[in-house]
């Protein structure tokens, strides 16, 4: 049977692989997540399951979803991420100075992306930023697990992130990540039990929350500016009064899937 053709003079299903497509540059369809099924998509869409897969055929033959065992298809990530082999990796962990040089990474474009989450945020986008903000603000103390507050902590900024619906700057991101996360768990180790500075995240992460869901962007981005400023200041605080930081190398044993040993 001959696919029918759309009204563009193309088949149905390269229409509809543009239309995912989009999805995915618009950050409705994020990087590492799970699509919806056949069936959800098929009437979403509109079409045949047979269409469907033909669409979802053509994304695949261009590297922008795989299908793993268990999970269904789900969206690959645009720009290549950093694995802990890189040598990235092996600067930020043998060079004290790239940690700083993250952290300035992180204020630019984390302060971007809180002011257009403010802008371009939705309520369903605002939901997840609150889910994570209440994660983490009833989260027993970090000396318990501070790998499991360093993956809160995270996982608020990347819901903040993913609500600023810009691809490039998600997918940037995302291909950072573990390099990301290492500077969140700089940040808990070093500074989390120490009353004041932890006093002062937790005012940051009320500010950045309170202001993008209050679509107040230009307040959002001082204010995610101002909470990385705070963490780099204060780290280096810390180093120059001679205090060995701790930059656990903990994340690339829990992104394979083993438990981080303790002191």
Not at 26 to 34: A, E, M, N
Not at 43 to 59: C, N, P
Not at 120 to 143: K, M
Not at 153 to 164: L, M, N, P, R
Request: proline content about 5%; glycine content about 6%.
């Amino acid at each position: 049977m001959v696919e029918p053709i759309s009204a563009a003079g193309e088949p149905i299903s390269s229409a509809i692989a543009r239309r995912l497509e989009q999805l995915i540059l618009d950050g409705t369809l994020l990087p590492g997540k799970k699509i919806p099924s056949e069936r959800q998509l098929s009437e979403r869409l509109g079409v045949s399951r047979t269409i469907l897969r033909e669409a979802l055929k053509e994304l695949r033959g261009r590297g922008l979803i795989e299908t793993r065992q268990g999970q269904g298809s789900v969206v690959t990530g645009l720009v290549p991420r950093q694995d802990t082999d890189s040598p990235l990796a092996y600067l930020f962990n043998d060079h004290p100075r790239t940690l700083y040089d993250l952290l300035e990474v992180r204020e630019l474009l984390e302060g971007q992306a809180a002011y257009m989450a403010a802008t371009r945020g939705t309520e369903q986008d605002f939901h997840r930023i609150t889910h994570a903000f209440n994660a983490i603000d009833q989260a027993p103390p970090a000396q318990a697990n501070p790998m499991e507050a360093a993956r809160l902590d995270h996982a608020f900024h990347q819901s903040i992130c993913e609500a600023s619906h810009n691809p490039v700057l998600v997918h940037t991101l995302q291909s950072l990540m573990q390099l990301m996360l290492n500077t969140v768990l700089a940040s808990v180790n070093n500074l989390y039990h120490r009353g004041p500075y932890k006093e002062q995240i937790d005012r940051h992460h009320r500010q950045i929350y309170h202001a993008v869901i209050g679509r107040r962007p230009e307040w959002a981005r001082k204010a995610a500016i101002a909470h990385i400023r705070n963490i780099r200041e204060r780290l280096l605080e810390i180093e120059q009064e001679e205090q060995r930081l701790d930059r656990s190398g903990g994340w690339e044993r829990t992104l394979m899937g083993e438990k981080p040993t303790t002191d």
